[in-house]
T-cell receptor
Framework: AQTVTQSQPEMSVQEAETVTLSCTYDTSESNYYLFWYKQPPSRQMILVIRQEAYKQQNATENRFSVNFQKAAKSFSLKISDSQLGDTAMYFCAFMSPLSGTYKYIFGTGTRLKVLA | GAGVSQSPSNKVTEKGKDVELRCDPISGHTALYWYRQSLGQGLEFLIYFQGNSAPDKSGLPSDRFSAERTGGSVSTLTIQRTQQEDSAVYLC??????????????FGPGTRLTVL
C-alpha cells in the first residue's frame, strides 16, 4: 500500500525568507502524481502545485517549486519570498491511476507559520 | 463559477444520533470524493463516485457510514448511530472527469462534526 510521510509537524519562517517542506512516499508503481495542498484556517483546501512522476522537470508555480527525487521517493515543496498569507497547513498527497480509483493519499501535514 | 459547497458548516450531535452531511460539487464535475480529517491527522479517503459507475466505498470505516449521490450531482454522507470517534472535519471534493490522472480535485470548506 502507498504511504505518504511528512516528518515536520510544524515549521516557521520569517517573512520574505525561503522555507522547504519535506514529503516522502512509498510506492512500487512507476506512474503516479504528487500534489501539495494548502489549508488555511478557513479549512478550504487549495491546490498549490502538482507533479507527474514521468516528468523529470520539477514543477513551479510562481513562488512555489518542488524538488522531485523519484529514486529517493521524495517530493519537497520550496516556498520563496514567504508571505504572511502563506501561513497554513500544507499537505502532500499521492495519487496513482493504476489503483483503480483516483483517491488521494495524504500525509499528516505540516503547519507553517510565517512570522512578520 | 461557484466552488464546492458543503452544509452544514458545523454540526453538533449527541452520541447515538444519525447525521447527514451534504455536498454540492462544481457544476459539470462527474467525480466526487469524501474525505475525513481527524484532529492531527491527514485526510482519510472515504468514498468515491464517478458518473454512473458503482462507487468505491473501500474507505468507509464501518457500516454505520453510507453515502449516495443523486442525479450525478449532490451527495449526502450519512453516519448512523454516531460515536465520539466520528468527530472530525468531513471534506468533499469534486473533479472534472475523475478518469484522467491529472485531474485536480477541488475541495469544499468541510463540515466540522462534533459528537458529544
Amino acid at each position: 500500500a502507498q504511504t505518504v510521510t511528512q516528518s515536520q509537524p510544524e515549521m516557521s519562517v520569517q517573512e520574505a525568507e525561503t522555507v522547504t517542506l519535506s514529503c516522502t512516499y512509498d510506492t512500487s508503481e512507476s506512474n503516479y502524481y504528487l500534489f501539495w495542498y494548502k489549508q488555511p484556517p478557513s479549512r478550504q483546501m487549495i491546490l498549490v502545485i502538482r507533479q507527474e512522476a514521468y516528468k523529470q522537470q520539477n514543477a513551479t508555480e510562481n513562488r512555489f517549486s518542488v524538488n522531485f527525487q523519484k529514486a529517493a521517493k521524495s517530493f519537497s515543496l520550496k516556498i520563496s519570498d514567504s508571505q504572511l498569507g502563506d501561513t497554513a497547513m500544507y499537505f502532500c498527497a499521492f495519487m496513482s491511476p493504476l489503483s483503480g480509483t483516483y483517491k488521494y493519499i495524504f500525509g499528516t501535514g505540516t503547519r507553517l507559520k510565517v512570522l512578520a | 463559477g461557484a466552488g464546492v459547497s458543503q452544509s452544514p458548516s458545523n454540526k453538533v450531535t449527541e452520541k447515538g444520533k444519525d447525521v447527514e452531511l451534504r455536498c454540492d460539487p462544481i457544476s459539470g464535475h462527474t467525480a466526487l470524493y469524501w474525505y475525513r480529517q481527524s484532529l492531527g491527522q491527514g485526510l482519510e479517503f472515504l468514498i468515491y463516485f464517478q458518473g454512473n459507475s458503482a462507487p468505491d466505498k473501500s474507505g468507509l470505516p464501518s457500516d454505520r457510514f453510507s453515502a449516495e449521490r443523486t442525479g450525478g450531482s449532490v451527495s449526502t454522507l450519512t453516519i448512523q448511530r454516531t460515536q465520539q470517534e466520528d468527530s472530525a472535519v468531513y471534506l468533499c471534493a469534486s473533479s472534472l472527469v475523475g478518469l484522467a490522472a491529472t485531474d485536480t480535485q477541488y475541495f469544499g470548506p468541510g463540515t466540522r462534526l462534533t459528537v458529544l
